[in-house]
């Protein structure tokens, strides 16, 4: 009785485990541009001052894309469809947001894995090539291997990459006691001025991402309960958890080793591609060790090349549905537009690389702030959606979880009006 009881749980285990998914892929979505950029730019800009405000978008976040999974679990719908539901004003203008943000975060992405990729090629090679090689690897994993081997890959980036950077980091704190301030006290910025805010917006915008991929999450989850019968609201919840929660402690790491090792030093980050890629690999290095270059170099480019592959694939699969909903009212029933739209967000990443080849940093902070003056409209379009949709008891969300909602949607809308104020208006 015993032996079987054992087997048993070891079954539900194993059960839970194959479930994982969606979430982890998402973490692996995030831990990109936003982390690796923005969290450790705050820390060295500003120290540990936004550390309180990474975790409460962290958190103020959550319930918006928690809603993906509550309301795929609950209705075997994606998020798009629901949007639909609601009229398709929403559709149209979800759709339209979805155009913009898949072709400039590809290509934010597509230029920073390139600038990665310089540590491994002989000298020479354009930025163009190299990006070209990128996507064209990007577009020969999501063809053959389509789900799982985004599934697959997601899952070991990571795992490697969290070890390699809470390894990192804890190094760091052994060397410099928590702290690398070298300059008075009077000339650290301060974080709270209005000078300040245009970085608060930016890494506030991809932290842990921007909202828009709460409906990426929504139709990963919807393939994989198409395929794997185990997956449960409860296991599609735990899953999630688990993946987000593993990305905002991940964006204390990133933010501390910025502090650590750059912050009060006199250190300007550098605002080229290839400068600031060879600054993010120093911060490891100088602290794990020379010996570790290279393997950091191909951890911090696979990483970046994750997020890529993500959301080449959960920015095909949004437009290919939204397609789909507004020409046959139908959500998308096979492959072919997914790919087609996969295809036209690699080559238009491309385009804009080629055109503005220098612009890293450049690029990626207009993503983010697109990203953050967006999300209080997907985050509404979110919260209005679970409101008015009968889900199962485990699925619902509590008197807790709405009232985080709500401030969170204060939060977001109130930070984006003092953006606009301060850009346009002051």
Aim: net charge neutral; hydrophobic share 55%.
């Amino acid at each position: 009785m015993e032996i079987a009881d054992a087997r048993s749980g070891n079954d539900g285990f194993a059960r839970v485990l194959s479930s994982f998914g969606p979430g982890i892929v998402t973490a692996a979505c995030c831990v990109g541009g936003s982390h690796l950029v923005a969290s450790t730019q705050a820390g060295a800009k500003y120290g540990w001052q936004l550390a309180i405000l990474i975790l409460l978008v962290n958190l103020f976040k959550y319930p918006f894309f928690r809603a993906a999974v509550q309301y795929t679990a609950g209705t075997g719908e994606s998020l798009v469809q629901g949007y639909a539901r609601m009229g398709r004003e929403y559709l149209y203008a979800f759709t339209v947001l979805c155009l913009i943000a898949a072709f400039v975060n590809s290509a934010a992405l597509l230029i920073f894995s390139a600038n990665l990729l310089v540590y491994f090629v002989p000298a020479g090679i354009s930025i163009a090539w190299l990006s070209a090689a990128v996507i064209a690897i990007c577009l020969a994993i999501l063809f053959m291997g389509h789900y799982k081997a985004l599934d697959t890959i997601s899952k070991a980036i990571m795992v490697t990459l969290s070890i390699a950077t809470v390894l990192a980091m804890i190094i760091a704190f052994g060397e410099t006691g928590g702290s690398s301030v070298v300059v008075p006290q009077s000339e650290l910025p301060s974080a709270w001025e209005l000078s300040a805010l245009g970085f608060l917006v930016i890494t506030m915008g991809w932290m842990p991402t921007t909202i828009d991929i709460s409906a990426i999450t929504s139709l990963w989850l919807k393939q994989q309960m198409s395929e794997n019968p185990d997956v449960t609201g409860k296991s599609a919840l735990l899953d999630f958890n688990v993946g987000y929660i593993a990305t905002a402690l991940l964006a204390i790491v990133f933010l501390s080793l910025g502090s650590m090792l750059l912050y009060g030093t006199g250190v300007e980050l550098a605002k080229g591609g290839v400068g600031f890629t060879n600054q993010l690999i120093s911060l490891y290095t100088n602290t794990i060790g020379d010996w570790s270059k290279t393997l950091i170099a191909v951890i911090a480019f696979f990483c970046i090349f994750g997020s890529m592959l993500t959301v080449l694939d959960g920015y095909g699969r949004v437009l290919a549905e939204t397609q789909s909903l507004i020409l046959r009212g139908q959500p998308a029933s096979n492959e072919r537009w997914l790919g087609f739209w996969i295809l036209v967000i690699a080559a238009v990443a491309l385009a804009i690389v080629v055109v503005w080849t220098s612009s890293l940093l450049a690029m990626l902070n207009f993503a983010m702030t697109v990203g953050f003056v967006a999300a209080p409209f997907v985050a509404l379009l979110n919260y209005v959606l679970i409101k008015r949709t009968a889900l199962p008891d485990d699925l619902q969300s509590g008197k807790g979880l709405n009232l985080l909602a709500i401030c969170g949607l204060l939060y977001l809308a109130g930070f984006v009006a003092l953006f606009i104020w301060w850009k346009w208006l002051m």
